[in-house]
Structures are given as C-alpha cells and as structure tokens.
C-alpha cells in the first residue's frame, strides 16, 4: 500500500508518456524528444524543490514566479557590468534566496500565514523586478550561462544538457536532506502536527525561516535557468509559474495540509506536465486542450489521493 | 415545591456502549417543568454521553425517551432543537463575526420581499435580552466583542428564541468570576420560573447547592443516586460520586526522595494557574488532582516554556531563567501531552519518527538507526506494533501512549511531566504505565503527575496536591489523603482532617 502510493505518481507518468506514445506521432518517443522535455522541465523541476520543503512543512509560497523574473534581471545586469559568468549568477541566485529569507521573515516575526505574505511579496518582488529592469528586457553579452539549458549537439555524450544535471543533483540532495538529516526530518514534523514539533524542542521558527530561504535559492537557481532560456534579463517573465510549480508538487503527492510530499514525486510531477504539453502539441491539438487536460490530471491526482486517505 | 406529575423529559433505561466500553448502563433520568437538575459525576462517568443522547448527536443502543409525555427519539441534533431541547456547551457555539442579533436570530432571519429587517430582529433580541436582565447587551454588537459572559447569555437567548423546553447547561460558569456567575444564577431562576426544564452539568458542588432543586449522580456509567439537593449534604453527594473500590494494580516501590529537582514559587501563568507553588524531589512522584479546567494542564505547559508565564519563580537543576521547550528538554525536563491527537504525537509519522523527534541522532540518519532504537523501546514498553515504520494512527491508544513516554525515556529526561498519562486507555497498558512511572520513580526520575482519576493518583503518588480554580493547594502525603478528601479540595470545600 505504502508502497503503490509512493510510486503512484511515476505510473501515472508513464501512462500518460505510454498514452502520447501510441496515439501521437513517432517524433513524440524519440530520445531527441525526451531530451527537449527533459529540459523543458527543468524550471518548474528546479522551484518545485523548495516548494516541495514549504508544501511538505505546511506552507505555501506564491512568490516564485517573479524571484525567478527578478532574477534574470539580476543576472542580465551583472553582466552587463562586466561581472564574470559565475559571480553573476552567484549574485542572482543570493538574491532569491534573499527574498525567501524575507518571506520566512515576515511569515515568523508578525505570524502571517504564508498565502498572504507571499500573495504580497509576488506583487513585491515583480514590482522591484520591473523597476530595476526599467519596465523593459535587459541583454547581457552572451557568455556560457545560455549554455546551460541550450540544446545538444547532435551524438554529444552527456545526454542532458548542464541545466538538466544540476537539477538531477540538486533533487538528489534535496531528497537525501529530506530524509535523511535532522532538519529534513523537523520539517516533516511541523507540517505533520506542529504543536508536537513544538513539544520535542523543535524550533519550529528557525526551522520555518530555512525553509523559506531554501525555497527563494531554489526559485533563484530556476532563475539562472530561465535566463540561460532567455539569454536576457525579463522583469515579466514567468507570470503565473508559482501555480505550475504547486501543481507540481501536489501532483507528485504533496498534501496542502503538510506532512506529505516528496521531491521525486515533485520532480515526476513537473514531468507529467511538460508531457502532456509536448504530447499535445505534436499530435497538433491546440492549447486549450492542453489546459483541460493539465487541470483534469491535477484534480485527479488529488482526489485519488483522498480517497487512498479516506481508506485508511 | 410542587413537582408536576409528568416529567417535563424522561430517559428510561439508556445503555449506550463504544465496542467493549459500556458507557451508560440502564441510565435513567428525568427532569420536570420548572425544576432544575442538576446532573453530577467524575470525569467520564458518562454525564456528556448521557446529554449526547438527549441532543440527538448519539442513539441509544437500549432504554426510551419522552418529552411532555409523547415519544422522543432524535436521530440529530437539529431534531432534538426543533422538538425544544437546546444544548450550551462550555465551548460556545456562536459566530464571532455576527452580530448579538444576527446571532440569536441565524437561520430565522426576518425578511420581508427577501431584505432582512434589520430593525424588527433588533427589537426582538433587544425585548429577549431584557427579558433576562441582560438589557444591557447591544444586539448591535459584534459577538467577538462581549466577554464570555455576555456570549453565554446571548447563547441562551438563541436557545429560547426557538421556543425551548429543555435547556442543558453544561458547566456554565467554569470560566466565569463570581460575579458573572451570580448574575448567570438570576438568569436561570427566571428561566426556572418560566417553566423550562433545567438541566445544570457542573463540577461545583457548592453551586450546585446553591441552584439545584434535585440531583442525579453517574458513576461508571450508571446511576448513583439521586435525590433533593435541599436534603442531601455535600459529603453525601461526594461519597455517591467516588464509593468504588481502589483495585489493587498500582504498584509502589520503596522509595527514598532524592534532593530537590524543581522548585515554584507563586508561579502564574496566562491567564492560568493564578498561583502555584511546590518542590518536586527526585525519586518521588507527586500527584496533582483538581477537576478539569482547574488549571492543572496549563501549570504543565507554562513549566515546559509552552505557555507564557506572568509572574513567579521557577528553579530546574538549578536553573532559574526562563526556559524554552527546547531548552527545557536540554535541562532534563519533558512534558507527556495529554492531548494525544492533536499535541502528543504526529498521527501521520511512523512510530520510529515519532519516538525519536525530540532527539535524533546528528549527521546522515539512516532509517535502520531509528529503527534500531525503536525496537529496544518496544521491546522494553511491550508496544503492541507490526514494527517501528508503521504508522501511528494505526495503533490503539495505549500503544500510542507508550511510543510518547518512549519519547521522553529516549531523551532520558530526569523529570517527567506526565498530563492524564491513561487517559482513554486500556486497562493492560494502564497497568504497564504504572508499573512503568514506578520503576522510573525508584531510579530517581522526578515526576509530576496530573490526573482526573482519584484511584490512580493514591495508588501510585507520594504527595498530592489539589489545584482549585488555579490556585494549586499544599502537597500532602498521600497517606493524609482519601478520595474524599481529594474531591472536597477539588470543589472548593475546606477539608477538616
């Protein structure tokens, strides 16, 4: 039973790659393929590591979507001031996490719930994001950041493109830290019952305050990939991400009410999404269909996950 | 007095069990027009389940009800309400949000084309309210405004706006002052007066002297006694409430207290205890007793650092400042919630988790190491489990009970303090849990126990100390102590011994 559950998410990744398989075209079952939406997950796959450490501690953070704008921007303008490749991305990723620090701040000190802190730092973060941007796109000279999610050369040995290592790795890390680390395991107990965190000696706000931190450097990382998309700064793009990267993770089994979730199942979860996207589009159908599909799977995993509870 | 031939409400016969509890045994009960009854009995003899029934929230696995002589048989409690019995919980029911008016009046709003008339409810409740001398509640007022009180009362007026015959009042004035309940006494009179059956749940027993007509005793989920309040003195009622045998499973080494561990002085809490004060040896358990409510739990929790602390002093292993619960687990001190659900335990974690969250080991934690340690605590707890991953909520209430002391003997804490540790629990681990607080008393674990039962707290303490209405009375030897005693400390009555 435990088991199925935790792997659930992984079937219904391979019934729906099974599914496009057959009815769609050959082009949607070549490794090429798989390499396109392997990188085309990589954003969402990169945030929904830190969204999977909130989610799973109770929380929720809205704010993603424009720490990963604000970071582009960021970036764009380091180059621009003739900072080298890796200290501009460096600054871009600090400054995401910064914002999560605030977030955890806020959320902490004054005792707001995260839907109203981060609903508030979204409109915060994009403003300063377009302010800082002057409203417009920034270029930057190309160096090799907008290799990390370019596509291959063709017979290249590694497979992935860098972007898509870095978050293998970083997946691997986040789940090792998950389950196998103190914090990992204090920040299961807050959203499983915090007062029983509480009463163990945990330090429920030190705690809370990491994980905020550690979603804004997973949403600055996404950032650094989405600039290396880009190739500029862009103080408006990805409006409205924060809600692929929830779904994300609920998908992969992540409980809105805390306790659950895990970041395989994250990373499963933003893969189903890039498929059904890539499924959809080379079988020709438009992107409403897209989105039905998309919201029907995301409903479903949740009600199939409440019934599976409702069981018990 | 004279009492009307027909009962306002009979029960005759109830019997209500949970799987092999029996928690009322051919209970009968009944309450005439204009009387007021009141309804007395220890911690879990069956006085809510015997009120859940008359409200329609439980059905009656034998016995028969009649209101006004017709037959009575709710299978919810919006029937019970719309056949004139109403419920006032100690947590009250109103929502904060609305107002005074639209409170009393929810769900029966006067409307007119479809628009509320706002000023015809206002005349409504305001007539109602003054009816109860209460003339002074603004039905304009938010609820969340008045103190608790007023929301009483406004309770009451909803209850009687919808033409109740029976009101049960349960433990009406237990976070009131004196004052306020005085003024609440006024109120039920002329609900007496008005003929309404009365039934008045409380721990009180001088107030119940003070309003009652007639009393009914529950104990173990039968009826005690019963009889006028007028002609029945308190030691009387008391000796109905708790005459039952100490069973002899409560087992007490030869203990020899150690030095002093923990000492309070005048210790104040937010907004209880009001004052609370002792010395708690190692090597010594000593029992605090007091009805729910008294404050007993939140002496607990302010002890731990979980709960603010006004004023006072404490010293734990000679450490006088401030604690956080955190720091207080560093000290040597940990506290076993007597909320098991919702504070005790992560129902959605594994035992193993469980066991060691106050705890873990630092560096990678491998699953079998926590395994590794919940085997030895379920070996040495005799916990009942498929095996330290499964999954707390599947286990029965003892277990669970066991894998949270675990916690604190894991942590290897030298002063425990244990709220209710058998509450709701079966009988085989309540006897492993007192055999378990005995052993870790004679190796020279301090601990501090609170508990509703009586039994319990002479069979195992060393000293017990009364809490009333936040005021925490002296220890005593527990061989000065009787469950007589015990209960008229409880309730407020000067023991003479």
């Known amino acids: 039973m435990n088991h199925l559950s935790r792997f659930a998410p992984l079937l219904g990744l391979f019934a729906v790659y099974g599914l496009f398989a057959i009815l769609g075209p050959d082009s949607f079952s070549s490794g090429r393929n798989l390499e396109t939406i392997a990188r085309q997950t990589a954003i969402v796959g990169t945030a929904a590591l830190g969204m999977t450490l909130v989610i799973i501690a109770g929380g929720i953070d809205l704010s993603v979507g424009s720490i990963i704008a604000l970071t582009t921007v960021t970036i764009a303008a380091s180059l621009q001031a003739d900072l080298s490749p890796p200290v501009a991305a460096l600054i871009g990723i600090l400054i995401g996490a910064l914002c999560g620090f605030v977030n955890g701040l806020i959320i902490t000190r004054f005792r707001v719930v995260p839907f109203i802190v981060t609903l508030g730092t979204l409109l915060l973060v994009r403003g300063i994001a377009k302010g800082l941007a002057s409203e417009q796109k920034i270029d930057a000279p190309l160096t090799y950041l907008i290799d990390l999610l370019a596509a291959l050369p063709r017979g290249a040995w590694w497979i992935f493109p860098p972007g898509v290592w870095l978050l293998i790795i970083l997946a691997l890390l986040t789940g090792g830290f998950l389950a196998y680390t103190r914090p990992g395991k204090h920040i299961v107990a807050i959203g499983s019952n915090e007062n029983t965190a509480r009463l163990c000696g945990i330090r429920v706000e030190a705690t809370k305050l990491l994980i905020y931190t550690l979603a804004g450097t997973s949403a600055g990382i996404a950032g650094l990939l989405q600039f290396s998309r880009l190739t500029v700064g862009d103080p408006t793009v990805a409006v409205g991400l924060e809600l692929d990267v929830i779904a994300a993770v609920v998908i992969g089994g992540g409980s809105l009410s805390g306790g659950e979730g895990s970041v395989l199942g994250s990373v499963v979860g933003a893969l189903i999404m890039t498929v059904i996207r890539s499924g959809c589009s080379q079988m020709g159908l438009p992107n409403w269909v897209q989105e039905i599909v998309t919201g029907i799977i995301i409903v479903t995993a949740v009600a199939v996950d409440r019934l599976r509870h409702r069981e018990r | ?497």
């Open chain 2, 1 to 497: 007095m004279s009492i009307p031939k027909h009962p306002r409400f009979a029960m005759r016969g109830i019997r209500k069990t949970f799987g092999a509890t029996i928690a009322l045994d051919n209970v009968d009960f009944a309450v005439s027009a204009g009387e007021i009854h009141a309804l007395i009995g220890e911690n879990g003899a069956g006085k809510s389940t015997l009120m859940k029934v008359l409200s329609g929230a439980l059905q009656p696995d034998a016995g028969e009800m009649t209101i006004d002589g017709s037959p009575f048989a709710p299978t919810n409690p919006l029937q019970a309400r719309q056949q004139g019995v109403a419920m006032i919980y100690q947590e009250l029911s109103l929502a904060p949000h609305l107002t005074v008016a639209e409170n009393v009046l929810l769900g029966m709003e006067i409307t007119r084309r479809g628009l509320l008339q706002k000023s015809d409810m206002h005349a409504l409740v305001q007539n109602a309210l003054t009816e109860l001398d209460h003339a002074d509640i603004d039905p304009h007022a938010r609820v969340s405004s008045l103190t608790i009180a007023e929301r009483q009362i406004v309770e009451i007026t909803r209850a009687l706006s919808v033409q109740c015959r029976v009101l049960v009042l349960d433990e009406p004035t237990s976070s009131l002052t004196r004052a306020d309940a005085n003024r609440l006494f006024r109120v039920i009179q002329r609900l007496k007066d008005r003929n309404l059956a009365i039934v008045y749940i409380s721990h009180f027993l001088e107030e119940i002297k003070e309003i009652a007509d007639q009393f009914t005793v529950l104990r173990d989920g039968k009826s005690a006694g019963s009889g006028l309040v007028a002609h029945t003195p308190i030691p009387d009622i008391v000796h109905l409430m708790v005459g039952r045998q100490i069973d002899d499973f409560f087992p007490r080494s030869n203990r020899t207290p150690g030095e002093p561990l923990l000492d309070l002085t005048d210790l104040a809490g937010d907004p209880l205890p009001h004052s609370a004060s002792l010395v708690l040896h190692r090597g010594e358990v000593l029992g605090i007793g007091g009805l729910i409510g008294a404050g007993r739990t939140e002496l607990l929790r302010a002890l731990f650092g979980l709960d603010p602390i006004r004023k006072g002093n404490i010293t734990f292993a000679h450490n006088t400042a401030r604690a956080t619960p955190a720091q207080r687990l560093t000290q040597g001190m940990g506290l076993l919630s007597e909320d098991r659900k919702d504070e005790g335990l992560a129902q959605s974690m594994s035992l193993a988790n469980n066991l060691t969250l106050s705890c873990l080991p630092r560096g990678i934690i491998f699953p079998e190491k926590l395994y590794a340690i919940a085997h030895q605590w379920i070996y040495r707890l005799n916990i009942r489990t498929s095996g330290p991953a499964q999954s707390i909520a599947d286990l029965s209430g003892g277990n669970q009970q066991k894998v949270a002391l675990a916690r604190l003997l894991h942590h290897d804490v030298d002063c425990l303090l244990l709220d209710e540790p058998t509450r709701g629990i079966d009988i085989a681990s309540k006897a492993d849990i007192y055999h378990l607080i005995d052993q870790l008393a004679t190796q020279g674990k301090a601990i501090l126990l609170v508990s509703s039962y009586l039994p319990e707290l002479l069979g195992i303490c060393d000293r017990i100390a009364v809490m009333y209405r936040g005021r925490l009375g002296p220890a005593r030897p527990v061989d000065q102590c009787s469950e007589h005693s015990l209960m008229l400390e409880a309730t407020g009555q000067e023991v003479t011994a």
